[in-house]
């Protein structure tokens, strides 16, 4: 017999709100739950991702119900009492679903309308970064100390990822308000660095993709803002 087939990784469920997500920062969307776990994100776009995950969370709920109807109704069950009363209760299980999923849309659109107003300013007004700046900002995120050797008296920081940055790289992302350090801490030990709000809103500006147009989705079963279900 031919060997059983590996198994697909599950895949996260398509919100209908992915494709303006993704128009107004212009990164898709596991770029974004991956800035966001890594605190790379302002807090309006961390705020955003939060309601998003909320959202794909309650959109995995009424596919579910769908698809469970969907099999009830395939001719695989006897028709009788029994069979009605599951189908009566999918129906009724896929109406909270998709009020679930309404609700969270809703969050989700009140976090993203802002931002969406806002995103053509902040490309606009924010400085442009070098490449340098955004590899060191891009390090920081993950985690970084600012160390002084205790021979040398040179001081540089040490990245998580284990990336070294010059202390005069450091000084004028400082200098730019870009990132602060935790003075509580001596310098020999260890002086933890970390991004600012603006040095977050500077990071996520220049690693954004430009986006001419939404992207268009295939419909899906499950996907539209709001499932109406009739019922006799």
Known sequence: MPPEPAPTPARRAVSPLDH???????HDI????AYRDRGILDEPHAHLVDRHRELARTQTGVTFYLRLLHRLSSGAFDVDDALFTRINRTVDQLEDATRARDAAAGKVLAALEPIEAAAAALAADAKPLSTDDQAALLAIAGGAKLYEHLLTGRMSVTAASGTRIPHAKLQRLEDAGLVV?????????????ALTDVGRAALFAARRTPTTRAPTLPARAGTSPSTPVQRR
């Open 30 to 33: 596991d770029t974004l739950w």
């Open 20 to 26: 303006r997500l993704e128009a107004a920062t212009g």
């Open 181 to 193: 350090r935790d003075t509580g801490h001596p310098v020999h030990a260890g002086q933890p660095v």
